[in-house]
C-alpha cells in the first residue's frame, strides 16, 4: 500500500461561528476516510468566536488561526490540503468557491469541497441550498432533508448529484434510562427565536412558574452565551438580561455549557425549536417542543409537526411528557435504534472515490455565475470583498500579516460597539418605531 493511502490526511476547516465551528470539525472527523490533521481557519466577522465559546464547544484542532476571506484564499493557494469543510452562512459558502475556483484554476489536484447545514433547515432553503452549490459534498442530514435538496436543484436544472446524506455529526451519548435525582427539566434558550421582549420574557415567566409548582425538580436555563458574545444568529435580548432583578426560585438556575454534558442529567428537555430537541431525542431523553407561541415557520417548530413532540407549559406543568413517533425519527437521521453508527459511510466512500480519481477534479462549478445571477452574484461576492470572478477586491481586508496591538484593540472595539448596537440601540429604535 502506498505512504499516501495511511499517511493522515490533511484537513481544513473554515468556520464563522462556535456553532459552525462545532459542525465542521465534528463533521471532518466523521467523513474523513482515515486519521486525520485538522487545521482550523475562523472567518473574521461579527460572530468570529471568542476563546471561551471554543473551549466550551470542546473539538480541537492541530492548529487555529482567524482570517480573512483573503487571507484564507491565500491559504488554499500555498497548502496542500486533501479536504476543505466549509462551515459557514450560505452567502460565506458562496464567495469561498468562487475565490477557490479562481485560486485552483490551474490545481488539477484541489482537494475535495464538503458543505451543509449546522442543524435543522427551516427558512431560505431554495436560497442557502443555490449559494452552497458547487460544493464536491453538500451534506444532507437525514433523509427528508436530502430529498428536499435533491428536489431544489433538479427543479433549477443545477447538477444534483453532490446531495450525500449523513447525520448530524453532534449526536451521541448514553441514552436516557430514567429519572435523575432531583429529576431534571431544561429549557434549551436559542438566540433569534422568539424574537420579540413579550415573548422571550413569556417564556422566562413560564419556566419561572413551573419552577414554582414543582420545587421537587431542579429547573435548568441552558443559554448559549454570555452578554456580548455573538452565535450563529445573532440575541437582542439575552435571557440573563431579562432574568436581572426577577425573583429566581431556587431551584431554578441559569447555566453555560456543553450541551452533551447538560444532557447527561436531563429527564424533561424543553425547546422552541433548537436543534438540541434532536440531540435529545438521539438520546431518548423526553423532549417537548412548545406550541405556546404557536407553530409557525417563523419560530422553527413547524419542523416538528408530525414528532409526536408538541407540547404546552400547561401540559408540562400537569405532567405530560411527549412520546415521539418512530417513522418521523427516522426520517430526520435522528436514529435512536443505533444505526448511526453507519450513517457517514455514504460520505466517507464518496470523499474517498474522489481523492483517488484519476487526473484528480474537475474545476468548482457553482450554479451562480455572472450569467445565470447577474444582480445577485456580485453582491454576495463583495460582502466579503471578493470581485465577481473570485479575486480579492483592490483593499481587500488582508490576513496575511497578523495584526499588531493597535490593530487588536481597534477590532475589539469595534466589535463590542456593534454588539452593544445589535442588544441594546437597536431594540430601543425598534420600540421607538412602534410608538
Not at 483573503?70 to 469543510?85: H, K, S, T
Not at 464536491?136 to 431544489?152: G, H, I, P, T, Y
Request: charged fraction near 25%.
Amino acid at each position: 500500500m502506498p505512504a499516501s493511502a495511511t499517511k493522515p490526511l490533511r484537513v481544513a476547516v473554515l468556520a464563522d461561528s462556535d456553532t459552525r465551528w462545532k459542525w465542521g470539525t465534528l463533521t471532518a472527523k466523521r467523513v474523513a476516510p482515515r486519521d486525520i490533521r485538522l487545521d482550523g481557519y475562523l472567518l473574521r466577522g461579527r460572530a468570529t468566536p471568542t476563546a471561551r465559546q471554543l473551549g466550551e464547544v470542546g473539538v480541537r484542532a492541530d492548529s487555529l488561526r482567524e482570517v480573512t476571506a483573503a487571507g484564507f484564499l491565500r491559504a488554499m493557494r500555498e497548502e496542500p490540503y486533501d479536504v476543505l469543510v466549509l462551515a459557514l452562512v450560505g452567502g460565506g459558502v458562496q464567495a469561498m468557491l468562487h475565490g477557490l475556483r479562481r485560486v485552483w484554476e490551474d490545481r488539477p489536484d484541489r482537494p475535495v469541497v464538503v458543505t451543509g447545514y449546522v442543524g435543522v433547515v427551516y427558512e431560505k432553503l431554495t436560497d442557502g441550498l443555490l449559494l452552497r452549490h458547487g460544493a464536491d459534498l453538500v451534506l444532507a442530514n437525514s433523509r427528508q432533508d436530502a430529498e428536499r435538496f435533491r428536489a431544489v436543484y433538479e427543479g433549477v436544472g443545477a447538477d444534483a448529484g453532490a446531495v450525500t446524506e449523513v447525520a448530524l455529526p453532534f449526536l451521541g451519548g448514553e441514552p436516557h434510562t430514567g429519572g435523575h435525582e432531583p429529576y431534571t427539566v431544561v429549557f434549551a434558550a436559542q438566540p433569534s427565536v422568539p424574537e420579540t421582549r413579550t415573548d422571550r420574557t413569556y417564556l422566562l415567566d413560564r419556566l419561572v412558574r413551573h419552577a414554582r409548582l414543582h420545587p421537587e425538580h431542579e429547573v435548568l436555563l441552558k443559554l448559549r452565551s454570555r452578554p456580548g458574545e455573538h452565535t450563529t444568529h445573532i440575541e437582542e435580548l439575552p435571557y440573563q438580561k431579562l432574568a436581572r432583578g426577577l425573583d429566581l426560585p431556587a431551584n431554578l438556575r441559569l447555566v453555560y455549557g456543553h450541551m452533551g454534558e447538560v444532557l447527561d442529567r436531563t429527564d424533561l428537555l424543553v425547546t422552541v425549536s433548537s436543534t438540541a430537541a434532536l440531540e435529545a431525542l438521539h438520546r431518548r431523553v423526553p423532549t417537548a417542543v412548545l406550541t405556546d407561541l404557536g407553530v409557525r415557520e417563523a419560530l422553527g417548530n413547524h419542523h416538528f409537526t408530525g414528532s409526536g413532540c408538541l407540547a404546552s407549559w400547561d401540559q408540562l406543568d400537569a405532567g405530560h411528557r411527549p412520546v415521539p413517533d418512530p417513522r418521523w425519527l427516522t426520517r430526520q437521521g435522528v436514529a435512536a435504534d443505533g444505526s448511526y453508527a453507519t450513517a457517514f459511510d455514504t460520505a466517507r466512500a464518496r470523499i474517498a472515490d474522489l481523492l483517488d480519481a484519476p487526473g484528480g477534479l474537475p474545476p468548482l462549478a457553482p450554479y451562480y455565475t455572472p450569467v445565470t445571477a447577474p444582480g445577485y452574484l456580485p453582491g454576495v461576492l463583495a460582502r466579503h470583498h471578493l470581485a465577481p470572478d473570485g479575486t480579492p477586491l483592490p483593499g481587500a481586508p488582508d490576513a496575511g500579516r497578523e495584526p499588531g496591538p493597535v490593530r487588536r484593540i481597534v477590532r475589539r472595539t469595534a466589535r463590542g460597539a456593534y454588539r452593544h448596537g445589535v442588544q441594546r440601540v437597536a431594540p430601543v429604535i425598534r420600540r421607538m418605531g412602534e410608538l
